[in-house]
């Protein structure tokens, strides 16, 4: 049975404006009294714009930096661009000249053309244009003056975008092209009930303190893109005090682990410990520890593992002290530890070996080796039960909690990774485990009512009905439940982790993690191969070695 799929949606030519136009008028409802004075001048001019020129207005909103080229802006849906200009001009909204500071023309300028414009020079054609651009500036006189370009180059005067789209998405991951995916049908979204008094920002410090963050983080990757941990590190001088504000102070715990991290690699334990110390996130208490006993003060070593044994954070992080203390224990008597030695976990998971000639993923050539013997294979690694989660779950995981949602393009709520999802839903949660334990609640139902709808949890692509049925058919309830209830423990951890292959023959299923040459079991892949096993679903890992 072939899967019909409707034509897709042709969006209108003033699409874009539309969908600005949803932003500002949430952002002007939710969040009227955090804006800046010029920010409300600015939506009160916007309001009063003729079409044209709102329509260029969010066009350059949409597009790289503030300067542009007249000679370059070329939109057939606006009718009269020159028109629209001068209006954004009349109104502030935009500056115009053809004598731009030099270094805003030559980011704007190809080589060829700063070749041209300066011709009376004696420039080398050969030279790169980092290298055109300082001997220009170089010819130029004191106050930089430039001659007049051959177009009109424009500026926005206020660039408001990333303050609409931070109050509108409640993050700065988002922007203008979600509204495209889900109007072309690319991603649909669960429809909830949007609370528009529940905002996440509350002053205007937060909103500005966030923008802060975000740029220093966006700085940060650029830096590390380029292996130019110097300048990473540099950072650090501008990284404020840590925010008390619960969801900024998460935002820079991350940043400071990442900086933190680089000055432990470059050996400045004097900063990383700084602040790891401050940070509330994994793996601040690990590195901590490491460093300690790298420098021999087991004093402070055991200080931190004891922290992490008493209040592990996830399951990660006890999983790591386990193995820090038996370290320890080594170098100091157990008997002056602050804790006791936990023995090692019992493995409960078969391990067998598997010659083949390694032409492709090790996976799929496991997967073919299995599909020979008479199983039905699904590599699907943590796909399956993933969506048994975000299927029996489904309305719970989308209900209109406090805080949960801010826009309508969420694939999960805000919590979701965090303790407070499930105590903030335990009686929802305890609810459906009794339905779905007593027959009452069907998850092929929900599959067929929600089929494409995006969910953290449900990876459509990976997840076809028969991998969903063959799972309800062949694990038995209390085992899906307790694979249920691990993942709520702990769900950013134990999202991840699962083995490979899933497949099932006459009645019965098994999970296979494939290793290949020099592959090793991570400590996540082994909890979850012995949690599997400790509930009779059997779960094995392959090595597969190469046929000589």
């Known amino acids: 049975m072939h899967r019909q799929y409707a034509a897709q949606p042709v969006l209108s030519p003033r699409y874009y404006l539309d969908n600005f136009l949803s932003i500002i008028d949430v952002v002007s409802t939710r969040y009227d009294d955090l804006l800046t004075q010029t920010e409300q001048r600015w939506l009160f001019t916007f309001s009063s714009l003729p079409l044209d020129a709102k329509l260029l207005t969010v066009r350059l909103l949409s597009r790289k930096g503030c300067w ?179 969801p900024l102070a998460q935002k820079w715990d991350r940043l400071a682990n990442r900086l933190a991290r680089d000055a432990e690699r470059t050996g400045d334990f004097s900063t990383a410990t700084f602040l790891f110390t401050q940070s509330g996130l994994p793996p601040a208490r690990e590195r901590l520890a490491r460093m300690a006993i790298k420098l021999e003060d087991c004093h402070s070593a055991s200080q931190a593992v004891a922290s992490m044994l008493e209040h592990p954070i996830n399951e990660d992080e006890k999983d790591v002290a386990d193995r820090l203390a038996r370290q320890l224990a080594k170098k100091v008597s157990p008997l002056s530890l602050p804790f006791h030695i936990q023995p090692l976990a019992t493995r409960q998971y078969a391990i067998e070996t598997l010659s083949l000639t390694l032409e492709g993923r090790v996976e799929r050539l496991a997967a073919n080796e299995f599909e020979s013997q008479g199983w039905k294979v699904w590599f699907c690694e943590n796909a399956v039960l993933n969506a048994l989660f975000g299927l029996v779950f489904w309305d719970i995981i989308f209900a209109p909690i406090k805080g949960a949602f801010l826009n309508p393009f969420q694939r999960s709520p805000r919590d979701m990774y965090s303790p407070e999802f499930a105590n903030q839903r335990k009686t929802l949660i305890d609810e459906r485990i009794a339905d779905f334990t007593n027959g009452s609640y069907s998850v092929l139902d929900i599959y067929d009512e929600k089929e494409g709808i995006a969910n953290e949890w449900v990876h459509w692509g990976m997840v076809d009905r028969s991998l969903v049925e063959a799972a309800c058919s062949t694990l038995a309830c209390d085992q899906i439940i307790a694979c249920l209830n691990r993942m709520l423990f702990d769900t950013k951890s134990n999202r991840s982790g699962h083995p490979d292959l899933f497949m099932v023959k006459d009645g019965c299923c098994q999970f296979v993690e494939i290793k290949g040459p020099g592959d090793k079991l991570q400590p996540h892949q082994i909890r979850w191969l012995n949690f599997l096993n400790a509930h009779d679903i059997t779960s094995k890992v392959l090595y597969i070695e190469p046929y000589t």
């Open 68 to 246: 542009f080229r007249r000679d370059k802006l070329h939109y057939e849906e606006i009718d009269d661009i020159d028109s629209a200009i001068h209006d954004l001009a009349k109104h502030g909204v935009i500056t115009v000249t053809r004598t731009p500071p030099f270094v805003i023309a030559a980011d704007l300028m190809t080589k060829p053309e700063l070749l041209e414009h300066f011709s009376a020079h004696s420039l080398k054609a050969s030279a790169k244009k980092s290298e055109l651009v300082a001997t220009i500036l170089g010819l130029l006189t004191e106050d930089g003056n430039l001659p007049p370009l051959n177009t009109d180059c424009l500026c926005m005067s206020h660039d408001v975008l990333p303050i609409f789209l931070l109050l509108y998405f409640g993050n700065s991951r988002q922007d203008l092209s979600q509204f495209v995916l889900s109007d072309l049908g690319i991603y649909r979204f669960e429809s909830v009930p949007l609370l528009y008094a529940d905002r996440l920002f509350n002053s205007r410090d937060q909103v500005e303190d966030w923008l802060f963050l975000s740029t220093l983080n966006d700085d940060y990757w650029q830096y590390s893109e380029k292996k130019d941990i110097h300048s990473a590190l540099a950072l650090i001088n501008s990284l404020p005090k840590k925010p008390s504000w619960p």
